[in-house]
């Protein structure tokens, strides 16, 4: 039986939907739930497997209205924060009013089948905005896009950039393959992080996930300071759904050493995030 994950675990990428009775779905959405995830469906999940810290992150079938992420902030505002999604030209105001409900973050799609992307210069032009509130970008796409095509853009940002789910590479090519190499030169640069999350989404063998826990085993031994994770609940869009205490497990095996599971869940998020501030 693997060790209980240390106190003050943080599950740093989820989402909660609906209830749509109270949070309407966006009319422009690029997909509706089939099934509501409301936020005290993911606090029982979270104090089932341990994870007592959250970061709840706005998905698209919102929109642009990031309530039901506040609302899930706050029940329990103490240990969880938010990362929204935004126009590039919001109030300065609005993005206040955002850091005392304890967001934390922006995050971008590229992936075609959640909408059309911000221009790069329009992303990098709010950053500048959210450095002074001591924000991220957080940015998810076709690594070819988020790895790639923009990575110059991501080593010029003035606030931290945090690539999500292994910056979606295919783990079948390995550690040596073109997608891995080129989110490895780019998490060498020191404003960049990593969730290693979505070892299940990149995995091309399934369950235990061998070739995407090689992936995210190598960023933790090389960036441990640098790396987060969470189990990606209630998995949107996804074709194999998994379980969820599956990845909690797997992290004894993304990072197997005491150490770097206290880095991983503990004292990256509480570092990023800024759990204890008072939110």
Partial sequence: MNPPLPAGACNAHCHVFGPRQRFAYAADAPFVPAQDAPREALYSLNDALGLQRCVVVQSTCHGLDNAVTEHAVAGRP???RGVALLDPTVPDAELARLDRAGFRGVRFNFMGHLGRAAP??????????????????QVHGAPDTVLVALGDAWRGSPVPVVIDHVGRVDASH???????????RLMDHPGCWVKVSGVDRVSKQ??????????????????????????????????????????????????????????????????LYRFGDGA
């Fill in 78 to 80: 103490h240990d969880y």
């Fill in 206 to 271: 399934g369950w235990p996930y061998a070739d995407a826990v090689t992936l995210a085993r190598r960023l933790v031994l090389d960036h441990g300071d640098r790396v987060l994770w969470g189990n990606d609940w209630p998995h949107p869009n996804h074709d194999a759904v998994p379980d969820d205490q599956r990845l909690v497990d797997c992290l004894h095996a993304i990072a197997p050493e005491a150490a770097q599971r206290q880095r991983l869940l503990v004292d990256n998020p509480a570092r």
């Fill in 120 to 137: 790069v210069d329009a992303i990098l032009s709010l950053a500048r905005r959210l450095a002074p509130l001591g924000w991220h970008l």
């Fill in 174 to 184: 390995g550690l040596e393959g073109a997608q891995f190499q080129a989110l490895r």
